[in-house]
């Protein structure tokens, strides 16, 4: 039996006088990989902000693993953050802020990058790093925190395609050690090889929850059908 991960419960997020995010009720499984998709303006990344608690919805709540805590997770967006400091010392400070005693933080921050293979740029300053290299510092970071969810916000959208494919790969290698996977993501060849199940957001609404080779072969709602298609749902 799967393992709920996270359920929405008729979540509503309004702005002013907009409904961005329409009552919406998912039913997420620990330990899978889901990408979400949709238009321009669809909700994605605010439903992905709720979900990681970092905007409160108007309205429904979020149940976490059936009706416990909250777990550990991490969010990454499409351009990182980089503190002016070393890469080890970026991946120490987020152990820092997540209350990690001093004695563990090196080792961590050491082995983390050790796994992501950039040992070799610890020392080097993260903000001069190409934008692969910062990403990846990025997901070594949240990794570090040890989540078991891990939220990712259009992760590849400025990086070239063979800084896409290191990306991609460190989030297989982030959710093969057991850690679910929920990415935004505009790129279909990638939705593609990294998605278990897909989840399709238009106008604020989910319009299909559907595992990922029945919605590549045949989309169950409209909205998605159009967007594969490459029309525009709003004209
Ligand atoms: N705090 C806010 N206040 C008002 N409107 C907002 C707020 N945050 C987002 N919006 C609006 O909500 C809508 C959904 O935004 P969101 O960023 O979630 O879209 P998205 O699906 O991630 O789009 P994209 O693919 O372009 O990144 C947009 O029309 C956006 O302008």
Partial sequence: MAEPLITLESLRYEAGERTLIHDVSLRLDAGRRTVVLGPNGAGKSVLMRL??????????????????????QAMVFQRPVMLRRSVLDNVSYALYLAGVPAAERRARAEAVLERVGLSPLAHRPARVLSGGEQQR???????????????????????DPGASA??????????DDGCSIVMVTHHLGQARRLADDIVFVDAGRITEHTPVADFFAAPRSEQAGHYLRGELSWT
């Fill in 51 to 72: 979900m990681h608690g970092l905007i409160e919805p108007t309205a429904g709540r979020i149940v976490w693993n059936g009706g416990g805590a909250r777990p550990p």
């Fill in 166 to 175: 290191e990306v991609e790969r460190l989030i297989r290698v982030i959710a």
């Fill in 137 to 159: 510092v990025a997901l070594a970071r949240a990794w570090a925190l040890r989540p078991r969810v891990l939220f990712l916000d259009e992760p590849t959208a400025s990086l």
